[in-house]
Protein backbone atom coordinates (compact mmCIF):
# COMPACT_ATOMS: atom_id res chain seq x y z
CA UNK A 1 0.00 0.00 0.00
CA UNK A 2 1.12 3.76 -0.63
CA UNK A 3 -0.48 6.64 0.61
CA UNK A 4 0.56 10.30 -0.38
CA UNK A 5 -0.91 12.65 2.10
CA UNK A 6 -0.98 16.40 1.39
CA UNK A 7 -0.51 19.68 3.56
CA UNK A 8 -0.62 23.21 3.32
CA UNK A 9 -3.51 24.95 2.04
CA UNK A 10 -5.46 27.38 3.13
CA UNK A 11 -7.18 30.48 2.46
CA UNK A 12 -5.17 33.88 1.36
CA UNK A 13 -5.33 37.30 -0.12
CA UNK A 14 -4.66 37.63 -3.76
CA UNK A 15 -0.98 38.15 -3.77
CA UNK A 16 -0.15 36.07 -0.90
CA UNK A 17 1.51 32.82 -0.67
CA UNK A 18 1.68 29.26 0.23
CA UNK A 19 3.36 26.26 0.34
CA UNK A 20 1.86 23.02 0.07
CA UNK A 21 3.82 19.75 0.47
CA UNK A 22 3.00 15.65 0.06
CA UNK A 23 4.63 12.90 2.36
CA UNK A 24 4.81 9.42 0.33
CA UNK A 25 4.99 6.44 2.42
CA UNK A 26 4.52 2.81 2.20
CA UNK A 27 5.64 0.03 -0.07
CA UNK A 28 8.00 2.34 -2.36
CA UNK A 29 10.82 1.39 -3.93
CA UNK A 30 11.46 4.23 -6.87
CA UNK A 31 9.89 7.40 -6.58
CA UNK A 32 9.56 8.64 -10.82
CA UNK A 33 8.18 12.08 -11.46
CA UNK A 34 6.08 13.74 -9.04
CA UNK A 35 3.17 16.53 -8.98
CA UNK A 36 0.94 18.71 -8.66
CA UNK A 37 -2.60 18.73 -10.24
CA UNK A 38 -5.70 21.13 -9.91
CA UNK A 39 -9.07 20.92 -10.03
CA UNK A 40 -11.28 24.23 -9.94
CA UNK A 41 -15.19 23.65 -9.74
CA UNK A 42 -16.86 22.90 -13.01
CA UNK A 43 -13.56 22.47 -14.45
CA UNK A 44 -10.85 19.40 -15.25
CA UNK A 45 -8.03 18.66 -13.27
CA UNK A 46 -4.57 20.43 -14.26
CA UNK A 47 -1.55 20.06 -14.29
CA UNK A 48 0.15 22.30 -12.25
CA UNK A 49 3.86 21.06 -11.73
CA UNK A 50 5.63 17.99 -12.16
CA UNK A 51 9.19 17.48 -11.37
CA UNK A 52 11.34 14.20 -11.97
CA UNK A 53 13.71 12.17 -9.66
CA UNK A 54 16.61 13.49 -11.32
CA UNK A 55 15.00 17.22 -10.47
CA UNK A 56 13.73 18.41 -13.99
CA UNK A 57 10.99 19.99 -14.02
CA UNK A 58 7.94 21.57 -15.70
CA UNK A 59 5.23 24.31 -14.99
CA UNK A 60 1.92 25.02 -16.53
CA UNK A 61 1.93 28.19 -18.29
CA UNK A 62 -0.28 29.99 -16.08
CA UNK A 63 1.86 29.39 -13.21
CA UNK A 64 5.32 29.88 -14.52
CA UNK A 65 7.41 32.10 -12.53
CA UNK A 66 4.74 32.57 -9.45
CA UNK A 67 4.96 28.99 -8.18
CA UNK A 68 8.41 26.42 -7.55
CA UNK A 69 8.20 22.79 -8.01
CA UNK A 70 10.83 20.92 -5.11
CA UNK A 71 11.36 17.33 -4.04
CA UNK A 72 13.43 16.33 -1.22
CA UNK A 73 13.91 12.24 -2.60
CA UNK A 74 15.56 11.16 0.96
CA UNK A 75 11.71 12.04 2.93
CA UNK A 76 9.86 11.05 -0.55
CA UNK A 77 8.26 14.28 -0.23
CA UNK A 78 7.57 17.32 -3.09
CA UNK A 79 6.43 20.69 -2.14
CA UNK A 80 4.67 23.50 -4.08
CA UNK A 81 5.61 27.03 -3.42
CA UNK A 82 2.85 29.19 -4.31
CA UNK A 83 3.66 33.09 -4.65
CA UNK A 84 1.84 35.88 -6.06
CA UNK A 85 -1.48 33.72 -5.58
CA UNK A 86 -4.37 34.87 -7.73
CA UNK A 87 -8.22 34.07 -7.88
CA UNK A 88 -8.26 32.32 -10.64
CA UNK A 89 -5.28 29.89 -8.51
CA UNK A 90 -8.63 28.73 -6.44
CA UNK A 91 -8.67 24.84 -6.83
CA UNK A 92 -8.67 21.35 -4.84
CA UNK A 93 -5.00 20.72 -5.71
CA UNK A 94 -3.57 17.09 -5.80
CA UNK A 95 -0.74 15.31 -5.47
CA UNK A 96 0.71 12.48 -8.04
CA UNK A 97 3.62 10.15 -7.79
CA UNK A 98 4.59 7.42 -10.56
CA UNK A 99 5.90 4.93 -7.98
CA UNK A 100 7.42 1.32 -8.28
CA UNK A 101 7.06 -0.71 -4.73
CA UNK A 102 9.47 -3.57 -3.84
CA UNK A 103 7.46 -5.78 -6.26
CA UNK A 104 8.58 -3.79 -9.50
CA UNK A 105 5.22 -3.22 -9.69
CA UNK A 106 4.61 0.49 -11.03
CA UNK A 107 1.62 2.38 -10.45
CA UNK A 108 0.36 6.12 -10.41
CA UNK A 109 -1.14 7.52 -7.02
CA UNK A 110 -3.03 10.53 -5.74
CA UNK A 111 -3.52 12.44 -2.78
CA UNK A 112 -6.75 13.03 -0.97
CA UNK A 113 -6.11 16.86 -2.42
CA UNK A 114 -5.57 20.10 -0.42
CA UNK A 115 -8.43 23.19 -0.86
CA UNK A 116 -6.91 25.81 -2.01
CA UNK A 117 -8.59 29.99 -1.64
CA UNK A 118 -7.30 33.16 -2.75
CA UNK A 119 -9.36 35.84 -1.92
CA UNK A 120 -9.72 39.26 -3.83
Known amino acids: QVQLVESGGGLVQAGGSLRLSCVASGNIFIINTMGWYRQAPGKQRELVAA???????NYADSVKGRFTISRDNAKNTVHLQMNSLKPEDTAVYHC??????????????WGQGTQVTVSS
Open 96 to 109: NAQIQNSYLVRDNY
Open 51 to 57: ITSAGNT
